[in-house]
């Protein structure tokens, strides 16, 4: 396995890399434009160097990166690159899919093979026939499943659920995880001829704790973006904000960034951000605030009580998180839209005084808090077909708070 401090592992077979052009300054640009990588970084420039010559090739590629660092972007950049580019990329998230119908998923079934199989039904491999398959999160897939994927690389073929016959397929794999698949390999969930078949190129991209000079680009990028696809007027970061994104350690990587950025936009209501905004909404997502050391040489019943104020700072946070979230997606405020008409009433008063008469909204549109709060949950964990895991990183809780929003809302997840 490549290491982490070279950021980026190659192995190549009987071919060597070949260093960028040094008029590559134009091409570099209008590779981050077209594929959405950001980034000057050296990391980032390998990448896009590993890219531009793997791609022409049919060459299975592993993608190696931490949840949130643009796994599937580097692989629709090599899609986009190759002779393919015209032809499906099927995106499969192997952890979303239940192991029960995974092989039903990737090979289709024949009519009668189960029962619900009520017709014949074709799988990912054969609808991306002549395109590139990507397998997400490769490693969350069943051992049984992998067997077959090992036969699809050395020869091309599969055999449909409930069928004989072998198909063909020309597809391309490219396959990501952010697990240590040798790792998995000990452990006997991963099989190794598998490992040895998918990682002939390996790219692996940095986390972006190890790439904080990209952070400035990237920002911007996501700002300007963002104000841009909702009309917001937005006056920008101050040198100091941009200090406390350099020291924060981003567990969630460029995901987390993105995300970050939109929602204190929303929040600060375009207003320029400086160091104390930031770290307002930086500073619950600290580890060393929410760990804080809890001294043993105390009473017992003054460590049960910090036990407890630690608990209590948990579900503070675990709230507040869920109500930015519905009021940031459900809520935007409508003043930072510039063309929308203000809509307030202004009545002159018999004494002179002017009043300031706000729209009053229909109490019957009006959802709950609680309403609000099962619907978002409900939405994420549809988008994640129940994947409880992934739907509660993405709504930046843990999973124990999602496992309790479900059974006191009752979901059937």
């Known amino acids: 396995m490549p290491t982490q401090s070279n950021f980026l592992g190659i192995i190549l077979k009987q071919s060597e890399m070949k260093p960028l052009p040094a008029n590559s300054n134009d091409t570099f640009e209008n590779f981050q434009n077209e594929s959405g990588i950001i980034g000057r970084s050296p990391a980032i420039r390998q990448i896009f160097e590993t890219i531009a010559q793997v791609a022409p090739s049919d060459i299975a590629v592993l993608i190696i990166g931490e949840s949130g660092t643009g ?3 580097v692989a629709r950049a090599i899609h986009k690159k190759s002779r393919r580019a015209d032809k499906p990329l099927i995106v499969v998230n192997c952890g979303a899919i239940p192991e029960g119908i995974i092989e039903s998923e990737l ?11 009520i017709g014949m039904r074709k799988g990912f491999f054969e609808m991306g026939d002549t395109g590139t398959v990507f397998l997400d999160e490769i490693g969350e897939m069943p051992l049984n499943a992998q067997v077959k994927i090992l036969r699809v690389l050395e020869g091309n073929e599969f055999s449909r659920v409930g069928g004989a016959e072998p198909k063909h397929t020309d597809v391309r794999i490219i396959a990501a995880t952010n697990r240590e698949l040798d790792q998995e390999i000990q452990n006997g969930t991963f099989r190794q001829d598998l490992y040895f078949r998918l990682h002939a190129v390996t790219i692996q991209i940095p986390p972006l704790r190890a790439r904080k000079d990209d952070i400035p680009l990237l920002v911007n990028s996501f700002a300007r973006k963002f104000c841009l696809q909702n009309h917001i007027n937005f006056d920008g970061f ?16 460029v995901r987390e960034l993105k995300n970050t950025i939109e929602s204190i936009i929303i929040l600060e209501k375009g207003q320029r951000i400086d160091q104390q905004v930031m770290l307002k909404h930086l500073t619950f ?4 605030m929410r760990n804080l050391p809890i001294p043993v040489n105390r009473p017992a019943e003054k460590i049960e009580r910090e036990f407890i104020y630690h608990a209590l700072l948990d579900l503070k946070t675990e709230i507040s998180q869920l109500r930015e979230l519905i009021f940031t997606r459900l809520f ?5 839209r510039s063309w929308e008409p203000d809509e307030t009433l202004i009545i002159p008063h018999e004494n002179g005084e002017i009043i300031y008469d706000e729209p009053q909204p229909d109490p019957r549109s009006i959802a709950t808090l609680e309403e609000m709060e099962k619907k978002l949950i409900e939405d994420t964990l549809n988008r994640f077909d129940g994947n409880k895991r992934k739907a509660a990183k993405s709504l930046k809780i843990s999973e124990r708070t999602l496992y309790r929003k479900i059974k ?3 979901l059937p997840f």
């Open 238 to 253: 101050d040198d100091s904000a941009f200090s406390v994104m350099m020291e924060y350690h981003w567990p969630g990587n």
């Open 107 to 117: 090979f289709g079934h024949e009519k009668g093979a189960f029962t619900g199989a």
């Open 285 to 288: 997502l600290r580890p060393e």
């Open 408 to 410: 006191e809302y009752n």
């Open 71 to 73: 796994k599937e972007l």
């Open 332 to 336: 935007p405020p409508r003043r930072l």
